[in-house]
């Protein structure tokens, strides 16, 4: 291994890190209809658990409200009871047709919560972008200990990886000062 290609997956990874930290900020209801929170809504479809996304469409008609429209009408009582028993924290509406979720408007405190567990998850994904960080030292100082690449190649090595860590770590504050913004001014 090269320390190119060995920045190159590190790089990779991170952005993974990153990925996956969006995703999990994007399933923090801020108080606005958002179609990601039911992400992570699983219904038992004739017995097998399927994720809510691929049995019905989600449309926002209106700012605090979400319409879940299953494409087979006949699993809306499944839908509604898997909505019910997620953590979203909001009860269906049901008409029989579509299931209506109207999104409560957030008191001061529940924000303030919400911003305390975006930036613990920020800490976590500023932890795992670390972590690569240091493997990827560990894995350079390997093989300058075997002789493949020289001190002064390992000493490069580690100043390409801080910047890409800082980069990292520069898009995981951005994307946490837009969920806090989105949080604290819906």
Known sequence: ??????????????????DAYQR????????????SILDRVMVNYYGAPTPLNQLAGISIPEARMLVVSPYDKSSIGDVEKAILTSDIGITPNN?????RLVIP????????ELVKIVGA?????????????RDAIDD?????????????????FEKDIQVVT????????RITAEKEDEIMND
């Open 95 to 99: 008409d029989g047709d579509v299931i």
């Open 140 to 156: 350079a100082k390997k093989l300058e200990k075997d002789g493949d690449i020289t001190e002064d190649d390992l000493h490069n």
């Open 24 to 35: 999990e900020v994007g399933t923090i209801r801020a108080g606005v209809a958002n179609a």
């Open 105 to 112: 408007a957030l008191t001061k405190e529940r924000r303030a």
């Open 1 to 18: 291994m090269t320390p190119d290609s060995l920045l190159k997956s590190s790089k990779d990874r991170m952005q993974k890190s990153i």
């Open 121 to 133: 998850e920020q800490e976590k994904a500023k932890i795992s972008v670390r972590n690569i960080r």
């Open 166 to 173: 800082d980069q990292a770590t520069k898009e995981i504050d």
